[in-house]
């Protein structure tokens, strides 16, 4: 395998993640082309399937989070409830130490599910620049156009028609194409990407700005077409222009084909979230609250692919897809799983894994609720020691009235005449 184009998306974050995934895409495609079967589509495909089953475990994990937390439910519930409109800092540090206690009851971190969807969105993001810009990361679909490319860079006055040909196509490309650099390997990278991008009315176009290079034109588009072609559709094309395109000369089996692609990635998405356990209602208004936006959003995203799938290209469709069918796959046998698993079986080991990681850092279990009771308890005598003039003048007052009802020989009545013999003498 050669060397990857240096157009690969270069963010700062995703750029690496995006590297890494590429690489691996290429490493599929390489294993494909041995076997003597070299396709895009269906290299998405497979990719996709082994992502989501490297995220295999986090997704494992996620699910068993939310387990628990609908089990715990309740008693967070009963918490929010007890402190319900308390604002002072007392109120909400005993508040915190409560709900604390419970997740350690259950031995789960309160950060449990964001570490999950921290680790798996990057990659999700970095894939989508993957599939948009495939040249960059697969070498053998590059390959497909080095021929054409070298015939192009030696045409006179090619990069005027190559800047105005994107123009005229509005051609996006990632980073975006410049032609007007000098490096002969940026240049050929940016026609790479811009042949990629281009549909099929694309290419009659190159054809009327290169006409010389008219038979290698047509030898390149012929065997990326081979590459492209998914089910009879060219990948790099919208579902909506196959439709339009083929509507008008009557081929109604590839309207029917890309028409299916924003039908199948609707369908697949929905079924992927019918599948998701739905929270129900707690009796909590800011837990039912965030219930209600997430059923909210299970229902607008299917949509949302519905009418993006139609002007996107056939590929990322087929990526949607790929990755809801999986999804769904997963998810139905995480949900038989978790029918029969034992769930205190799975606290307890929770509860196990938490004390370990404690004695490894040193903390002995009672230091951390010690800790905590001394800290609310701080809380409190701070509260009290802060009095205004006003509530200490009453708080005397309080104390005379009580000193005045003392009884005749009591403790308090002894401590009373003492006082006032003091009170005589300080006179005279």
């Not at 992502?51 to 008693?75: D, G, R």
């Not at 206690?101 to 449990?112: D, F, H, T």
């Not at 390959?143 to 030696?154: G, H, R, T, Y």
């Not at 800011?286 to 997430?294: G, T, V």
């Amino acid at each position: 395998m050669s060397e990857m184009l240096l157009t690969a998306y270069d963010g700062m974050f995703l750029g690496p993640i995006a590297k890494i995934l590429g690489w691996l895409m290429n490493g599929i495609y390489y294993l494909m082309s041995l076997l003597h079967i070299e396709n895009v589509g269906l290299s998405i495909i497979l990719f996709t399937i082994v992502i989501y089953i490297l995220l295999f475990p986090f997704t494992y994990k996620q699910q068993k989070f939310s387990k628990l937390q609908q089990k715990m439910q309740p008693e967070l519930n009963a918490i929010n409830k007890k402190y319900q409109g308390k604002k002072d800092q007392a109120s909400m540090m005993a508040m915190q130490e409560e709900t604390q206690a419970v997740y350690e009851k259950y031995g789960v971190s309160m950060m449990g599910s964001c570490l999950q969807m921290l680790i798996q969105m990057p990659l999700l993001f970095a894939l989508y620049r993957v599939f948009m810009n495939v040249p960059a990361y697969v070498t053998g679909v590059k390959n497909n156009f080095s021929v054409l490319v070298e015939e192009i860079m030696a045409t006179g006055g090619y990069q005027e028609k190559m800047t105005k040909l994107v123009t005229d196509l509005r051609i996006l490309t990632q980073p975006a194409a410049d032609f007007t650099v000098t490096d002969p390997t940026a240049l050929s990278n940016s026609i790479v990407d811009v042949l990629y991008k281009m549909n099929s009315t694309g290419w009659d176009t190159l054809k009327e700005t290169f006409p010389q290079l008219s038979d290698t034109i047509s030898t390149t588009f012929a065997k990326v077409s081979d590459v492209n072609n998914f089910m009879w559709l060219n990948i790099s094309d919208t579902p909506w222009q196959i439709i339009r395109t083929n509507f008008e000369s009557k081929s109604y089996l590839l309207v029917f084909l890309a028409l299916m692609i924003p039908v199948l990635s609707y369908v697949s998405q929905v079924v992927n979230m019918k599948l998701i356990p739905q929270s129900s209602n707690t009796g909590n208004e800011q837990s039912d609250n965030m219930a209600r936006q997430m059923n909210m959003m299970n229902k607008t995203m299917p949509l949302f692919s519905l009418v993006m799938c139609f002007s996107v290209p056939v590929g990322l469709g087929i990526y949607w897809i790929a990755g809801a069918v999986v999804r769904s796959v997963q998810q139905f046998f995480l949900n038989k799983h978790f029918e029969k698993v034992d769930l205190e079986d799975i606290i307890k080991k929770n509860q196990e894994k938490m004390k370990k990681k404690r004695e490894k850092m040193g903390i002995a279990e009672n230091q951390i609720s010690n800790a905590a009771r001394m800290n609310t308890r701080q809380m409190v005598d701070a509260k009290k020691k802060q009095l205004t003039s006003a509530e200490k003048e009453a708080e005397l007052e309080k104390a005379n009235a009580a000193r005045s009802k003392a009884k005749a020989g009591s403790m308090s009545a002894k401590a009373n005449m003492v006082r006032e013999f003091n009170e005589r003498n300080s006179r005279k």
